[in-house]
């Protein structure tokens, strides 16, 4: 295991194409299930500092709610042994209200208690779909064998909800690396983003896998 | 606000001043520690992230103020350097959460129950006594620590400020 801060231009062009496709699988999941056009930016590699990455999600106190799922390669497959990564999906707090109504029809007022009682599950579910469609299409370009951990919730301070993908990929550096990309609604306003966070040995082994010689 | 004093993620302040004001923001699975001299008033906020240095110790040099047992005994060292009397400190905690949910039941790792049972070794091995706490749930905190009168405020979304 090494920790590295520096990666190459080319490594960092493959990890934004990686990007670039894994959300784009994302975002066509995303729209399909709200019968609405996403629109989604070029993706963006990130290596910053602990304090930077909670900066670029709107600063520590900013309240999203997110799904994380983790990734790790199947064991017992060689080359894909030792994969560990998570993928994060945040949304603001009125967007999420908005893609529960728009998914469930509009049969709840916001803010009622059936609609809070089912908000978790339909934001769990939605993250669960364009994480999979992610890791999927992933999977499908480098030939690795992923497996994909159940969602996870949280509604809370985006720095808190951090805390958990920061502490997994930032033991050895002080800095973690992710590739976010943003989705928005085409009329209606859908702020969101998914990030893939991964170390350096999931980086190593994604290249090697993709014929990069480093 | 005057004299407030920021404190990110793998990072501690200390101060001499009382009109120092400490604060770090949105702990989840991170735990913050505030050390503080009774009679001195001299005082120091860390937020660490993991646990245990030594799990890492063969990968080179680390960052000390990320992990429990180095950051809370280096801040210990710095505010005894600053004049304060070890038997005179105390401490206050706060963070420590899991932060993530399955809908279907179950939590996501427990990465935050760790930080807090790690610090409370430390602070347990230093003698230093807890003195008020406010750890786990699930449930982001952000924390401010009072130089002057060393009084912890935790603020969450959805449940009310404390005072400790």
Redesign the interface.
């Known amino acids: 295991m090494s920790s590295k801060e520096a990666y190459t231009d080319i490594e960092i062009d493959v990890l934004r194409e990686l990007g670039n496709i894994g959300a784009g699988n994302a975002a066509t999941s995303l729209s399909t299930m709200l019968n609405q056009t996403i629109d989604m930016a070029v993706p963006v590699v990130r290596i910053t500092s602990f304090d930077d990455a909670v900066q670029s999600f709107g600063g520590a106190e900013n309240l999203v709610a997110g799904v994380l799922l983790s990734f790790e390669g199947l064991e017992g497959v060689e080359e894909s042994e030792g994969i560990k990564g998570m993928l994060l999906f945040i949304i603001d707090i009125e967007s999420a209200d908005d893609i529960v109504t728009m998914l469930t029809g509009g049969m709840y007022e916001p803010g009622s208690p059936e609609f809070e009682e089912m908000k978790p599950s339909v934001l769990s579910e939605i993250g669960n779909i364009m994480g999979a469609a992610y890791i999927n299409s992933i999977a499908t370009l480098t030939g690795l064998a992923l497996n994909i951990s159940v969602p996870y919730l949280s509604t809370d301070m985006v720095g808190a909800i951090l805390s958990i993908p920061i502490a997994e990929f930032g033991a050895l550096s002080d800095t973690v690396l992710f590739i976010e990309e943003s989705f928005k609604g085409v009329g209606k306003d859908i702020n969101s983003s998914m990030s893939l966070f991964a170390g350096s040995e999931t980086i190593d082994i994604i290249m090697k896998k993709l014929g990069i010689e480093l | 606000m005057s004299g407030m004093l920021t404190v990110?993620?793998?990072d501690f302040k200390t101060s001499t001043s009382p009109d120092a004001v400490f604060v770090t923001?949105?702990?989840?699975?991170?735990v913050g520690t505030c050390l503080w001299d009774k009679e001195t008033k001299i005082g120091g906020l860390s937020h660490i992230?993991?646990p245990y240095s030594k799990?890492?110790k063969d990968?080179?040099e680390?960052?000390r103020m990320?992990f429990a047992d180095t950051a809370i005994l280096d801040m210990f060292m710095q505010l005894r350097r600053m004049g304060a009397k070890p038997e005179n400190i105390v401490a206050k905690i706060a963070g420590g959460?899991q932060?993530?949910?399955?809908?279907?039941g179950?939590?996501?790792?427990n990465?935050g129950q760790r930080n807090v049972a790690y610090v409370k070794e430390v602070l347990k091995q230093l003698k230093l006594p807890i003195v008020a706490e406010d750890t786990g749930l699930?449930?982001?905190?952000?924390v401010y620590f009072d130089n002057a009168t060393g009084t912890m405020k935790v603020q969450?979304?959805g449940h009310n400020v404390k005072e400790l």
């Open positions: 990110g993620i793998s923001f949105a702990l989840g699975s991170c992230m993991l799990e890492f990968f080179g680390i960052n990320k959460a932060m993530f949910q399955s809908s279907v179950g939590s996501m790792g990465i699930d449930y982001g905190r952000t969450s979304i």
